[in-house]
């Protein structure tokens, strides 16, 4: 009899839905093969599945909010299945902690970012009738040992997690609280992914932290790999092997860093480093220990090191007691670095957080809309701009799979990480790299022709 029901269980599907930051993304490739290993399926159907597994994402309100609203359809679909299992992974369950359980009658489990290789002992105490937690942050965890079932893939791209946690004190930000401290993944098993997904026909991997530019590692021999280093490894995996990297913090982004960049043609010339603001005053109010100078002359490095490289970024707008002029110092800041593409927001206040326990969320809402719609304005522009440069210029393009609209065309990213759309001829194939000349653009889109 036990022995049925365990073999009833064999083969259980498994639905997981990610929200947040590509490193929720990537982590939810982990939990899928800790599941694997388990006997589980994954299914593209919440309907159908056994387990679903929400990975959320803390760090604005909305999209806590987000996650709230969707596990209300999961629960629908419970009460047609009441043997369903509902788990809540990632930063909200490590917030939230126990009061999830409390507040959302039909989650069975939840789980923070550290403590994934619990999961099927979890799973086993739902089975045996109770509800599960562990929240448990770890000094050590990087799950470094665990391939990652690649998720919706492409076949040609994917993430690479090299580190976990974050040490920054930004005052905004909930992440500190979610993810714990920071610890840096052993290098020798970061280059044996790349390699690994060399092999399996991935021509882009994109290296994953909060912050990759502290990435240290001391391996057995007593040297330190920093990111310079790592880069250049996973650099030297192979020259058809395209290697990105986000996120990259202003104050830790070394000369050392940029010339790997420069050093390597397979390295991308394509950094994004949020500013969230354009104000010294606020910069230090929001704790990022650089200013509006130090930023100014990173970028400045980044145009003398690599002349033609994309810069992206993020930005707040409306943060505590940011005045008018300030505002207007972070659209002058926009204009002097010209991103081609920025991610914006409205300042949310998040519980917990040295801002929310220091200073007044003062802004009015309307105020923040406005001056975040100003933002969204200007980096239309530039971004438009940035594209019409790249009109009339060869570029070498990954061919990643088919346009949204079409399957006459292809799509695939530039260098500079443009989106890139030009007509399927030849017998060139998603995998392959093609020179593509820019004919036109859309608002975020490059359209062109194979070339060779
Ligand atoms: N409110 C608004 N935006 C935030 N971010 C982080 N915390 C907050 C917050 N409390 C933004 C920052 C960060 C990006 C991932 O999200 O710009 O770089
Ligand atoms: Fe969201 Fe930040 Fe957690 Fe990523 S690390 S899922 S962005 S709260």
Not at 6 to 30: A, H, P, T, V
Not at 60 to 83: D, I, S, T
Not at 156 to 177: K, Q
Not at 360 to 372: G, I, Y
Request: aromatic fraction near 8%.
């Amino acid at each position: 009899m036990l022995e049925n029901q365990r073999k009833s269980k064999d083969g259980r599907k498994l639905y997981i839905e990610s929200y947040g930051c590509q490193m929720n993304f990537s982590d939810s490739e982990i939990v899928a093969s800790i599941l694997l290993d388990q006997g589980f399926q994954t299914t593209p159907d919440y309907k159908e599945a056994d387990v679903i597994f929400v990975n959320t994402c803390s760090i604005r309100e909305n999209a806590e909010q987000r996650v709230r609203n969707r596990l209300k359809e999961f629960g629908a679909a419970k009460l047609r299945n009441p043997g369903m299992i509902i788990g809540v992974l990632g930063c909200m369950a490590e917030r939230v902690k126990a009061k999830f359980l409390e507040e959302e009658k039909l989650v069975d489990i939840v789980v923070g970012p550290d403590a994934y290789r619990d999961l099927p002992n979890l799973i086993r105490q739902v089975d045996d009738g109770q509800r599960a937690i562990n929240v448990i942050l770890s000094r050590e965890e990087t799950y470094a040992d665990i391939s990652p079932v690649r998720l919706n893939s492409n076949g040609v791209t994917a993430f690479i997690s090299i580190m976990r946690g974050c040490d920054n004190m930004c005052s905004f930000c909930v992440v500190r609280f979610t993810r714990g401290r920071e610890r840096s993944r052993d290098p020798e098993s970061i280059v044996r992914e790349a390699e690994d997904l060399f092999r399996n026909g991935y021509r882009e991997v994109t290296l994953l932290g909060q912050n990759v530019d502290s990435y240290k590692f001391k391996d057995s021999s007593g040297r330190v790999v920093n990111f310079a280093n790592l880069l250049a490894l996973v650099a030297e995996v192979n020259p058809e092997l395209r290697v990105r990297f986000s996120t990259s913090h202003p104050k830790d982004i070394t000369d050392e860093v940029l010339h790997t960049i420069a050093a390597h043609s397979n390295v991308c010339n394509y950094i994004h480093l949020p500013v969230q603001s354009g104000s010294s005053r606020v910069l230090k109010l929001m704790n990022r220990t650089y200013d509006r100078d130090w930023y100014i002359n990173r970028v400045d490095a980044i145009r003398r090191i690599i002349p033609d490289c994309g810069i992206s970024t993020d930005i707040i707008t409306g943060f505590c007691s940011e005045t008018e002029e300030e505002h207007q110092e972070t659209l002058s800041i926009m204009d002097y670095v010209q991103y081609v593409y920025a991610y914006m927001f409205a300042y949310s206040e998040r519980p917990g957080t040295l801002a929310a326990k220091r200073y007044d969320d003062d802004v009015p809402e309307d105020v923040k809309k406005r001056r975040l719609q100003e933002v969204v304005d200007k980096q239309r522009a530039h971004s438009a701009l940035r594209l019409q440069h790249q009109v009339g210029k060869v570029h070498k393009v990954l061919i990643e799979g088919f346009s949204k609209r079409s399957d006459k065309d292809f799509s695939g990213r530039n260098d500079q990480n443009s989106m890139v759309v030009f007509p399927v001829t030849g017998n060139f194939k998603v995998g392959d790299y093609v020179n593509v000349i820019g004919e036109s653009c859309t608002s975020a889109t490059l359209i062109g022709r194979i070339v060779s």
